[in-house]
């Protein structure tokens, strides 16, 4: 039998999951299976088997890992990015101390438009080439999935450009990605809004489907930008291209959002900070995920989306990035999790529950990521020594990564 990867001394296997769940919801998001002081064995680039310490395997023929003093979790799973931009909007972050809000910098042709205009200038390899060293820290942060979005390209070729470079990404670093078509983020230019989803329903839609470009379609669902009907529209025409939904919804305002991604059955509703009962007992009426990006809500000065009132009414909360140059700079989960622990009142638990199961069943990604289980992917994020998987977010500027596994084999 060939060797594995033995690691030994674990203070706490976190997430382990003999059979792994599809979602968890409500008060079960408050509990995390943890074995202390455990081992895990990798073989092949997957999980083979794992226990405490008083059933580890022999350790002669195995590459072997001492983590004393430190925790071992599943990988996260970051169900939301816009990692693919051309560059940073600091420009318009000064703007924003200085008073603008978000939807007045966009009516001024700043935001999504301003980074469209250099994304279209940009050849591929360019692209890629800037994009490269940002998902690379990434992983090193402890993410071994990833959602990415085109929505900065607004014409038919530019967006099929953006969704072709999230695609290369997959062959430089051994993480998967899931695409997701956001043609209808901002109407460009000159252009009538009734045009452009024209344009994304009948040519763009059909162009990135049929060169197995995207998986899913999203939609800005936002007062200025794209109505709750529009937004069922080209959900529908996704979903004729085989296409799943997810869905920009209540950011900004009330626009009815949540109630279109839960009558077309969108696989998530992301962003959430403009939320009523009447939209959480909807969210409780199907299936949607509902996806909290606390990085948006922090950095653009929002309300904090009500993720405990939600999972007080049963419901279950995934955590993402949202990673992007106009409203979260930031893409680390760990920072993710500090925030929605200290801004939201999530336990730990229940924030690695909403960045790992949940939003991996948002990719479908269920039988191969998000939880420690036999036969799953070896994606392990080995931390620094702490005293308690507590420690992690609560000293919220330290990376938690001493050593991110993908497929079995060290990433950094
Ligand atoms: O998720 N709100 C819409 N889209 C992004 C921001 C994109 C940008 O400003 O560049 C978001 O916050
Ligand atoms: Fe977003």
Same mark, same amino acid.
């Given at each position: 039998m060939s060797g594995g990867l033995l690691i030994t001394h674990i203070a706490g296997l976190v997430q382990v999951r003999p059979v792994a769940?599809?979602?968890?919801?409500?008060?079960? #998001?408050?509990?995390?299976?943890? &074995?202390?002081?455990?081992?895990?064995?990798?073989?092949?680039?997957?999980?083979?088997?794992?226990?405490?310490?008083?059933?580890?395997?022999?350790?002669?023929?195995?590459?072997? &890992?001492?983590?004393?003093?430190?925790?071992?979790? +599943?990988?996260?799973?970051?169900?939301?990015?816009?990692?693919?931009? +051309?560059?940073?909007?600091?420009?318009?972050?000064?703007?924003? &101390?200085?008073?603008?809000? @978000? *939807?007045?910098?966009?009516?001024?042709?700043?935001?999504?438009?301003?980074?469209?205009?250099?994304?279209?200038?940009?050849?591929? $390899?360019?692209?890629?080439?800037?994009? /490269?060293?940002?998902?690379?820290?990434?992983?090193?942060?402890?993410?071994? *999935?990833?959602?990415?979005?085109?929505? @900065?390209?607004?014409t038919v070729a530019d967006e099929l450009k953006m969704l072709r470079v999230a695609r290369r990404l997959a062959r430089?670093?051994?993480?998967?990605?899931?695409?997701? !078509?956001?043609?209808?983020?901002?109407?460009?230019?000159?252009?009538?809004?009734?045009? @452009?989803?024209?344009?994304?329903?009948?040519?763009?839609?059909?162009?990135?489907?049929?060169?197995?470009?995207? $998986?899913?379609? $999203?939609?800005?669902c936002e007062e200025g930008f794209f109505s709750p009907a529009d937004t069922e529209a080209i959900i529908m025409a996704g979903r004729r291209h085989g296409l799943g939904a997810r869905i920009h919804a209540n950011q900004l305002h009330h626009s009815g959002g949540v109630q279109v991604g839960v009558k077309t059955g969108a696989i998530s509703v992301d962003h959430l900070e403009?939320?009523? $009962?009447?939209?959480?007992?909807? !969210?409780?009426?199907?299936?949607?995920?509902?996806?909290?990006?606390?990085?948006?809500?922090?950095?653009?000065? /929002?309300?904090?989306?009500?993720?405990?009132?939600m999972i007080e009414s049963g419901l279950p909360v995934a955590i993402a990035s949202d990673y992007n140059p106009g409203?979260?700079? *930031?893409?680390?989960?760990?920072? #993710?999790?500090?925030?929605?622990?200290?801004? #939201?009142?999530?336990?730990p638990e229940e924030a690695i529950n909403a960045t790992t199961i949940n939003t991996a069943h948002t990719l479908g990604l269920t039988q191969t990521h998000g939880t420690i289980t036999v036969g799953k992917e070896a994606n392990l994020l080995i931390t620094r020594k702490v005293a308690s998987l507590a420690e992690l977010p609560y000293a919220y500027d330290t990376p938690w990564a001493d050593t991110v596994l993908l497929r079995g084999v060290t990433h950094n």
């Open positions: 769940p599809g979602i968890v919801a409500g008060a079960d #998001m408050a509990h995390l299976p943890v &074995i202390n002081h455990a081992w895990i064995l990798v073989k092949d680039g997957r999980i083979h088997s794992f226990g405490s310490m008083d059933t580890c395997p022999d350790s002669t023929g195995h590459e072997c &890992i001492d983590a004393s003093g430190r925790w071992v979790m +599943p990988t996260f799973v970051d169900s939301h990015t816009h990692l693919v931009f +051309p560059t940073p909007r600091s420009e318009e972050f000064v703007m924003k &101390i200085r008073g603008a809000t @978000y *939807a007045e910098i966009a009516a001024n042709g700043g935001g999504i438009l301003n980074s469209a205009r250099k994304l279209q200038g940009m050849s591929e $390899d360019d692209l890629l080439e800037v994009t /490269l060293p940002r998902i690379k820290a990434l992983i090193a942060s402890g993410t071994g *999935a990833f959602e990415i979005k085109s929505g @900065y390209g607004l430089h670093v051994p993480v998967t990605i899931r695409t997701t !078509l956001l043609g209808a983020h901002a109407i460009p230019t000159g252009m009538s809004k009734d045009h @452009y989803v024209r344009l994304v329903i009948e040519e763009m839609i059909p162009a990135a489907a049929a060169e197995g470009l995207a $998986d899913y379609v $999203d939609v800005f403009q939320m009523g $009962d009447e939209e959480i007992a909807c !969210l409780r009426e199907g299936n949607t995920m509902p996806v909290v990006l606390p990085g948006a809500a922090f950095f653009l000065n /929002l309300p904090f989306p009500p993720a405990r009132r409203s979260s700079p *930031a893409g680390t989960i760990p920072m #993710m999790i500090s925030l929605a622990c200290i801004r #939201m009142r999530l336990t």
